[in-house]
T-cell receptor
Framework: GAGVSQSPSNKVTEKGKDVELRCDPI?????LYWYRQSLGQGLEFLIY????????KSGLPSDRFSAERTGGSVSTLTIQRTQQEDSAVYLC??????????FGSGTRLTVV | GENVEQHPSTLSVQEGDSAVIKCTYS??????FPWYKQELGKGPQLIID?????GEKKDQRIAVTLNKTAKHFSLHITETQPEDSAVYFC???????????FGKGTMLLVSP
């Protein structure tokens, strides 16, 4: 597609439930990144994919967080047993090289 | 790892004035410095970037300067307009590493 697409745009979930967030990068972009943006905060790195492999997952805050990427394209970020502190905007970006990120509009996750 | 500090956190200017946002970085190996603009409800958008082999780069009303010795870089916006109102993020990385480290952002408000 023309841009990075993320779905859903908004998600409200109950504490303890699992959620899946989807990112569809720009066609042909080999690198894909997940960042988290809490209210009034900067962008916190979560995980980086090159193709289908994740050479850097150092930013995942706990083992409740996992991500995968299939076919070198779509990526899914899964949060298990959600907690209130997981509430944030989750941003996905893709790039053809190691610069020039293109971000999606994000998924706003609210855990109640 | 890299650490990026950004100042000020908020900046209010009158339309037509200039605005300057400053960032410092910690890793002397960093050699790529992009700036992103984030409007409400949207993902960050790349507006300008600079690599360490140049000291200044301009694109119409925006410019970025880099001082490698002092490890700081700045965004300059001239003749500000209300549509420049947004949150601006600086970031840094080096070519051997794949992910950007972001500053915490500056909320710029341009009053008519």
């Amino acid at each position: 597609g023309a841009g990075v697409s993320q779905s859903p745009s908004n998600k409200v979930t109950e504490k303890g439930k699992d959620v899946e967030l989807r990112c569809d990068p720009i066609s042909g972009h080999t690198a894909l990144y997940w960042y988290r943006q809490s209210l009034g905060q900067g962008l916190e790195f979560l995980i980086y994919f090159q193709g289908n492999s994740a050479p850097d997952k150092s930013g995942l805050p706990s083992d409740r967080f996992s991500a995968e990427r299939t076919g070198g394209s779509v990526s899914t970020l899964t949060i298990q047993r959600t907690q209130q502190e997981d509430s944030a905007v989750y941003l996905c970006a893709s790039s053809l090289d190691r610069s020039g990120y293109t971000f999606g509009s994000g998924t706003r996750l609210t855990v109640v | 790892g890299e650490n990026v500090e950004q100042h000020p956190s908020t900046l209010s200017v009158q339309e037509g004035d200039s605005a300057v946002i400053k960032c410092t970085y910690s890793d002397s190996a960093s050699n790529y410095f992009p700036w992103y603009k984030q409007e409400l409800g949207k993902g960050p958008q790349l507006i300008i970037d600079i690599r360490s082999n140049v000291g200044e780069k301009k694109d119409q009303r925006i410019a970025v300067t880099l001082n490698k010795t002092a490890k700081h870089f700045s965004l300059h916006i001239t003749e500000t307009q209300p549509e420049d109102s947004a949150v601006y993020f600086c970031a840094a990385t080096y070519s051997g590493y794949s992910t950007l480290t972001f500053g915490k952002g500056t909320m710029l408000l341009v009053s008519p």
